[in-house]
C-alpha cells in the first residue's frame, strides 16, 4: 500500500495537475478533460535535496501503473553494460529501459510496440565494429533483445537472429575486404525485418526515410538510407543528432500506439514519461529533442514530468514558473517563439506545521510524545518531507512509555529500521547519507562549526589542509552545496538546520570517543584560538560550544551597562548560538533547564557586591535560557520562554540609560521565539532578524 505523500494534493488528487495532464485520474483510471490540449508542457519539479522529488516520481508512478503506458528512469542510475563497445551510449541505454517500461500491459489495451526505436538501436549498435570483435558483438546484440521483444516477445527474446547477424557480417566482410561498422548496421537492421518483425511492423522502416541527408521521403529506400546515415552519425561527430533522432523514434511509436487506424478509441489518456534527476546531462539529452519538435509544431501527446535538483537550470530559463500550491486547479503554460517555453518549471514547497503535525500522529496514535515534538521536527527539518517522514518513522518505532521524554535531538540518537530484512541503522547517519549521498562528509562535517566563510576558510587552512590539494576546501565545500540545492544564510557556513545539525552529530559522535570528544574539542578549540586573546562574542560562543559558559557571562555582565544596549543584545543573542555539547542519548531533560530556571548554579558562585552578584547570576540564567530556547534540536519550554521574558525585564530595570531596548526585547523575544524566529534585532523589527 502507498504510503500517504502529505503536501503533495494538488499533483496526485483526481483534479490535480498529473490528472488534467494525462487524462485519467490516479488509480481508478476515469477520464478526466485535458487542461492543455494536444500540447502538454514537459512538467518538471524543482527543489534540493530531501524535497520529495523522487518519492513524488514513485508516487505518480504507482498511481498510474496499469491504467496508462508508463516508466519511470532515473538519469542517475543509467550504468553502463560490462564491456559494452562504441554503440552504446547512455542515451541508447535509457532509451532501451524506457521502451521495456512502456511496453507493460495495461488495462484494456494491447502493450505498445516499439518497431522504431527497435531499428535504430539496431542500427546502431555496431559503431566502432571491426574484426576480432565478434564475442562484444554478440553481447551487444543481445542486449537488443528486451527492445526486440516489445515488437514479437518470442522472436526477440530468441538468440537466433544474432546468429544469422553474425554469419550474415561474417560473409558480407569477407566479400567486401573491408569489414566496416556500416555492414554490422546493415546486416542487423536486415536480420531484424526479416526475423523479427511481421508485415506490417516491416513498414515502420519507412520512418527514417525523414532523417537527415536520407532524401526527406518514406519508402523503403529512404529508410535504408536512413538508418545507414544514422549509424554513420552516431559512430561520428553528429551522435548528438542522431540521438536525437531516437528519442523521437520513441514517441513516434508511442503516438502510433494511440493514433495508428487499427487502434483507434482503444486507449485512454495519455503514456506517461518520469525522468528523477533530470538536471544531469543525460536528462537534458533526453528533453531537448522533444522541445524541439513540438517547439516545430509536432505534437505526440506524451507527457513527460521531470525532477530537477537545479531550479536555475540552464534548460529552464524559459519555462514558465509557478509553485506547488497554484497548480492544483490550473497550470498555464504558454508556448512561446523559444524552445524552453514547453516547460513548466513547478517549484516543490516544504511541509506545513499542520502536515508536520499529521505525519507524526500518523506514527504515534497515542499522542505519548511531547505535544511540542511536531513543532519542534518542522523549525529542525525545515519542512523537507525526508526529514520529516524519517524522524516520524523513528519516532514510531520508539516504544510508547519512552516516548514523553523525546526530543528532536535523543530522534538523532535512536536505531532505525528502515527494512524488514536489513538490521537497524543509527538515524542520523541515515538522515545524513540521504541528503548527502556520496563519500562521507568528513571536511564538511568540521566546516559545519564555522559561523560565516571566512571562519571556514580559516578552519580549513588550519586543519584541512591534506583533504585537498585543489584549492581552498572550504570555497570547494560551499560551492558543492550550492550545487546541491542548499541554501546560503547568515549566521552559519551550513545554513540549513537539518543538515547542520548532522553533520555536527557526525563531529561530535562518529568517533565514538566520549566523553572526550576529541575531533569537537579539537574543531572549536582552533576557531577560539583563531579569534585572538580578545573575549569577541566569536570567541565566546566557541568557549559554550566547549562547555565553558563562565567566561562568557563574566564578559556580557562587564559590558551590561554599557550605552550601546542593543549591541549588548546582538553578542548575546550570537554567543548563545553555540551547538550544545551534549551527551549521546542524554535521558532527562536538558541540563541548561535548570540553570535558566534558576534550580542549578550552572557555575561557581561568583563574588563581589550584591548587585554585581545578583547580575552575574541573571545575565548566566539568561544566556542558558536563550542558549536553550533557540536551539533547533531541544523542544520550545514555555517556562523557559516566561523566565527569559523575566531576566530581561529584571536588567531594564537596572540599567542606567537602556531600559527601552531591554524592555522591547522581554516583549519581542518571547513572541519571536514561539513563532520559530530568531530573536530579533532591534526587538520587535517585524522580520525576526
Known amino acids: 500500500m502507498d504510503r500517504e505523500l502529505y503536501g503533495r494534493e494538488a499533483v496526485l488528487d483526481g483534479t490535480g495537475l498529473i490528472a488534467r495532464l494525462t487524462g485519467l485520474t490516479p488509480y481508478h483510471f476515469a477520464r478526466t478533460a485535458y487542461e492543455h490540449g494536444d500540447d502538454p508542457p514537459v512538467t518538471v519539479f524543482t527543489g534540493g535535496r530531501g524535497l520529495g522529488k523522487t518519492a513524488l516520481l514513485k508516487q505518480i508512478r504507482n498511481a498510474y501503473r496499469g491504467g496508462t503506458p508508463l516508466a519511470l528512469l532515473d538519469c542517475a542510475g543509467v550504468v553502463p553494460p560490462a564491456d559494452h563497445g562504441p554503440g552504446w551510449s547512455p542515451v541508447t541505454g535509457a532509451l532501451a529501459e524506457?521502451?521495456?517500461?512502456?511496453?507493460?500491459?495495461?488495462?484494456a489495451a494491447r502493450p505498445v510496440e516499439f518497431p522504431r526505436l527497435a531499428l535504430g538501436l539496431a542500427a546502431v549498435t555496431g559503431t566502432g565494429w571491426s574484426q576480432g570483435d565478434d564475442e562484444r558483438v554478440r553481447r551487444d546484440l543481445q542486449r537488443l533483445g528486451p527492445v526486440l521483444a516489445t515488437v514479437d516477445e518470442a522472436k526477440g527474446a530468441a538468440g537466433v537472429w544474432v546468429a544469422k547477424v553474425l554469419s550474415k557480417l561474417a560473409a558480407t566482410a569477407a566479400e567486401a575486404g573491408a569489414p566496416l561498422a556500416g555492414l554490422l548496421a546493415e546486416a542487423t537492421v536486415e536480420t531484424v525485418l526479416e526475423e523479427v518483425f511481421g508485415r506490417y511492423q516491416r513498414k515502420s522502416r519507412a520512418w527514417y526515410g525523414s532523417y537527415r541527408n536520407a532524401g526527406g521521403h518514406g519508402g523503403s529506400g529512404g529508410g535504408e538510407l536512413g538508418l545507414?546515415?544514422?549509424?554513420?552519425?552516431?559512430?561520428?561527430?553528429?551522435?548528438?543528432?542522431?540521438?536525437?533522432?531516437?528519442?523521437?523514434?520513441?514517441?513516434?511509436?508511442?503516438?502510433?500506439?494511440?493514433?495508428g487506424l487499427t487502434r483507434r478509441g482503444t486507449r485512454r489518456g495519455r503514456p506517461l514519461i518520469l525522468l528523477d534527476n533530470a538536471h544531469l546531462p543525460l536528462g537534458r539529452r533526453l528533453v531537448e529533442p522533444v522541445l524541439r519538435e513540438r517547439a516545430a509544431g509536432r505534437r505526440d501527446q506524451t507527457v513527460i514530468v521531470a525532477a530537477s535538483r537545479e531550479r536555475d537550470h540552464e534548460g529552464l530559463r524559459r519555462a514558465t514558473r509557478l509553485r506547488l500550491p497554484e497548480v492544483a486547479h490550473r497550470a498555464p503554460c504558454p508556448r512561446g517563439a523559444e524552445i524552453g517555453s514547453g516547460v513548466l518549471a513547478v517549484g516543490l514547497t516544504p511541509l506545513s506545521a499542520a502536515h508536520t503535525r499529521a505525519l507524526c500522529e500518523g506514527y504515534d496514535p497515542p499522542g505519548r510524545a511531547p505535544a511540542a515534538l511536531p513543532d519542534a521536527l518542522h523549525r529542525l527539518t525545515g519542512g523537507r518531507p525526508l526529514g520529516v517522514a524519517l524522524l516520524g518513522r523513528a519516532l514510531g518505532q520508539v516504544p510508547e512509555d519512552e516516548r514523553p521524554a523525546l526530543t528532536p535531538a535523543a530522534l538523532l540518537d535512536l536505531t532505525l529500521e528502515l527494512r524488514e530484512d536489513s538490521p537497524a541503522v543509527p538515524v542520523a547517519p541515515a538522515l545524513l547519507a540521504e541528503l548527502l549521498p556520496g563519500p562521507p562528509p568528513d571536511a564538511l562535517a568540521v566546516l559545519a562549526a564555522a559561523r560565516d566563510e571566512e571562519s571556514a576558510r580559516m578552519l580549513a587552512r588550519a586543519r584541512l589542509r591534506a583533504e585537498s590539494d585543489d584549492g581552498d576546501m572550504a570555497l570547494r565545500a560551499r560551492d558543492a552545496l550550492r550545487a546541491d540545492g542548499w541554501p546560503d544564510g547568515p549566521g552559519h557556513f551550513v545554513a540549513d538546520p537539518l543538515l547542520r545539525a548532522l553533520l555536527l552529530h557526525r563531529l561530535r559522535f562518529h568517533d565514538g570517543d566520549g566523553p572526550g570528544y576529541a575531533a569537537w574539542r579539537a574543531v572549536h578549540e582552533t576557531l577560539r584560538s583563531r579569534y585572538g586573546p580578545a573575549p569577541t562574542p566569536y570567541r565566546l560562543r566557541e568557549d559554550l560550544a566547549l562547555g565553558r559558559p563562565e567566561e562568557a557571562v563574566t564578559e556580557l555582565c562587564r559590558e551590561f551597562q554599557g550605552p550601546d544596549v542593543t549591541g549588548w543584545l546582538g553578542r548575546l543573542r550570537l554567543i548563545a548560538t553555540a551547538p550544545y555539547p551534549r551527551e549521546h542519548g542524554h535521558p532527562g531533560p536538558d541540563p541548561r533547564r535548570a540553570v535558566a530556571l534558576g534550580r542549578e548554579p550552572g557555575g561557581p558562585q561568583p563574588e563581589g557586591l550584591d548587585e554585581e552578584v545578583w547580575l552575574h547570576l541573571c545575565v548566566r540564567r539568561l544566556l542558558h535560557a536563550l542558549w536553550l530556547l533557540t536551539d533547533p534540536l531541544a523542544l520550545p519550554d514555555e517556562e523557559v520562554v516566561e523566565r527569559l521574558a523575566h531576566e530581561l525585564r529584571q536588567l531594564s530595570g537596572r540599567h542606567l540609560t537602556g531600559t527601552g531596548p531591554l524592555w522591547e526585547a522581554a516583549t519581542h523575544w518571547p513572541r519571536d521565539i514561539r513563532a520559530w524566529r530568531e530573536p530579533s534585532l532591534p526587538p520587535g523589527r517585524g522580520d525576526g532578524v
Open 98 to 107: 524506457l521502451a521495456v517500461q512502456l511496453s507493460a500491459r495495461v488495462y
Open 228 to 259: 545507414h546515415r544514422l549509424a554513420v552519425d552516431f559512430g561520428g561527430g553528429r551522435r548528438a543528432e542522431a540521438e536525437g533522432f531516437l528519442v523521437n523514434a520513441l514517441l513516434e511509436d508511442l503516438r502510433q500506439a494511440y493514433l
